[in-house]
């Protein structure tokens, strides 16, 4: 039987279950070939480039009680914050004086910021930087206020849909809440004609090979633009309190897979590799990352965001995290470019997964 990385790689775009539920499995392994190639595929469409994007989180309220999440509603030690919208765009001013050519606003479902909030804020920024992306990161809504952002400039949007398997999701999630509604959310974002973003953690509490073996699955079928997968982390204050976080190593496996797996897909190295070990976010990147997501929100608010406990780069101001990241993806054998950076595309003969 042929080793199961090297059958991986001759397949490439695709295989079949029982290969990725072997590379799947939490098993030590050498993954020296799968990071080589990773990097050779991510350098093919990319080169060297690491785009940069600049995140600004600007509530930590949220209604809903997601077991895994620091600022759950239900963690009654969270210390509350929302920015105004003059300090949303007070931190996209510093971030375009910077360099950046992408806006990631992101904040919990904080009922605060209703449909005609969020659009002023996304008006405001697309008229004031029409050479800018505006991203949006705030949760499951309806198709009709997907639109109205669309409308209002938002062209991209991230939503992990953190597990694909109905019965791991009950386990990560209360009622309301349902698989159904956050897929109906996803496509809903892709018919309006969003670049949309999914992902899930890696070592979340119930999650075995067949529940991340659903997770590609959904993703070959979604075909998302940008992939966001990090170690899950976990957090005093939730009910998961006390269960071990995720491993770096297969968090790093699975991110040279995806980039096997869709080749032109906007991969970040996130900030909970960096969490999980000082050079995480560098080893994301060498198993095939592209991305990073440096912080813009006012240093006063940053270690509010808190999803899981210990989370980096939560004290430096923005000049210098930039500084600081730039450095450290150079180090890493990269370039970082703060250009808007869309997904490449990949000519359909090329890439049979994302194009079908
Ligand atoms: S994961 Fe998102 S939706 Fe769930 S509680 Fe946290 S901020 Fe809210």
């Known amino acids: 039987m042929p080793d199961s990385v090297s059958e991986f790689l001759r397949l490439r775009q695709d295989a079949d279950d029982a290969l990725l539920l072997s590379l799947l499995a939490d098993e030590p392994r050498d993954d020296t070939a799968l990071f080589a190639a990773a990097d050779a595929v991510r350098r093919h469409w990319y080169g060297d480039a690491v785009y940069l994007r600049g995140l600004i989180e600007f509530t930590n309220y949220c209604k809903n009680d997601c077991y895994y999440c620091g600022i759950r509603h239900g963690n009654r030690n969270a210390q509350r914050y929302r920015l ?83 019965a791991h999701y009950r386990q990560l999630h209360p009622d309301p809440m349902s698989l159904e509604n956050r897929k109906r959310c996803l496509f809903d974002l892709r018919e309006i004609g969003y670049q949309v973003g999914s992902g899930f953690m890696i070592g979340s509490p119930g999650q075995t090979p067949e529940t991340l073996l659903a997770d590609f699955r959904f993703l070959q079928e979604l075909r998302p633009q940008m992939i966001g997968v990090g170690p ?14 995720g491993d ?30 000082p050079n995480g976010r560098e080893l994301a990147l060498r198993a095939g990352a592209n991305v990073v997501m440096p912080n813009l929100s006012p240093v006063r608010v940053r270690k509010l965001y808190s999803l899981y406990e210990n989370k980096i780069c939560t004290g430096e101001e923005a000049a210098e995290c930039r500084g600081c990241l730039e450095r450290r993806i150079e180090a890493a ?12 595309a990949v000519p359909a003969a090329e890439c049979p997964v994302t194009t079908a």
């Open 248 to 277: 770096l190593k297969r968090g790093l496996r699975i991110v040279a897979m995806l980039r096997l797996l869709f080749p032109n897909a906007l991969i970040p190295a996130t900030t909970a590799f960096g969490t999980v070990a």
């Open 333 to 344: 054998g990269y370039r970082a470019v703060t250009a808007v950076g869309d997904a490449a």
């Open 232 to 245: 899950y982390l976990t957090h005093p204050d939730t009910p998961f309190a006390g269960q071990p976080s």
């Open 84 to 166: 105004t919208t003059d300090e949303i765009l007070a931190c996209a001013a510093e971030g375009y004086r910077l360099g950046y050519r992408t806006f990631v606003l992101q904040g919990g479902e904080d009922p605060y910021f209703t449909d005609e909030r969020i659009c002023e804020i996304v008006s405001a920024l697309h008229r004031g930087y029409p050479d800018c992306a505006v991203t949006l990161s705030v949760g499951e809504k309806t198709r009709e206020s997907y639109q109205a952002f669309f409308d209002a400039g938002a062209r991209r949007y991230l939503l992990r849909h953190e597990t694909a398997d109905e």
